[in-house]
Structure formats: C-alpha cells, structure tokens
Nanobody
Framework: QVQLVESGGGLVQAGGSLRLSCTAS????????MNWYRQAPGEQRELVAG???????HYADSVKGRFTISRDNAQNTVYLQMNNLKPEDTAVYYC??????????WGQGTQVTVSS
C-alpha cells in the first residue's frame, strides 16, 4: 500500500502562485507514476500533470506553461508549482500514485481557491 499526504493549498489572487506537495510512504518502490488531478464543483476529476518513475512529464493543455511538476526522490515527495493562477484553476487537487501493478492510490485532497 501507499499513503499520500498533500499540503500547500490555499486562497490566492489571480496571477499568484502556490506550490502543492505530496509525500508518499509505504510501498514507494512499486510506484510507476505520480500524478496531480483536480476536481471543481460539479465537474469531473481531471488529470493536471504527471511524472513517471523514468522522469517523463505530461501536462493538461490548460496548465501548460503555468504549472510545473517535479519530484524529490530523497523526500519521496512530488511537487506541483502553480504560477499565474486563474479563477478557473479553483478546485480540490488530489495526489495520485499508480503502481507497476496498475493499482492506484489517492490522497485526501487539498483545496485551491483563486479569487478574481
């Protein structure tokens, strides 16, 4: 099993920045990829960014050029640096890990609110 703990959400004005953190514990050597998803009220959960164990990264078109995913292997932590935030980025952000077995784990979520 993998446990994920997120932090770093909050309230920020449009144009501002936040950095989300997700620290993994447990069977971390089985992790194939770490991802950030978000879910706005009344919307489906969507993939925002991901990073594989090999270092490959991918982003949703809506955040390209504004968000950056990175990881600190020594700390078992993945970060999501969010710059130039927009009101439409308001959502609960979830950390997700996918194991080599394809089993998936989720964090508890952290709220990001961007005011206009």
């Amino acid at each position: 099993q993998v446990q994920l703990v997120e932090s770093g959400g909050g309230l920020v004005q449009a144009g501002g920045s936040l950095r989300l953190s997700c620290t993994a514990s447990g069977s971390i050597f089985s992790i194939n990829s770490m991802n950030w998803y978000r879910q706005a009220p009344g919307e489906q959960r969507e993939l925002v960014a991901g990073i594989t164990s090999g270092g490959g990264m991918h982003y949703a078109d809506s955040v390209k050029g504004r968000f950056t995913i990175s990881r600190d292997n020594a700390q078992n932590t993945v970060y999501l640096q969010m710059n130039n935030l927009k009101p439409e980025d308001t959502a609960v952000y979830y950390c997700n890990s996918v194991l080599r077995t394809a089993y998936s784990y989720w964090g508890q979520g952290t709220q990001v609110t961007v005011s206009s």
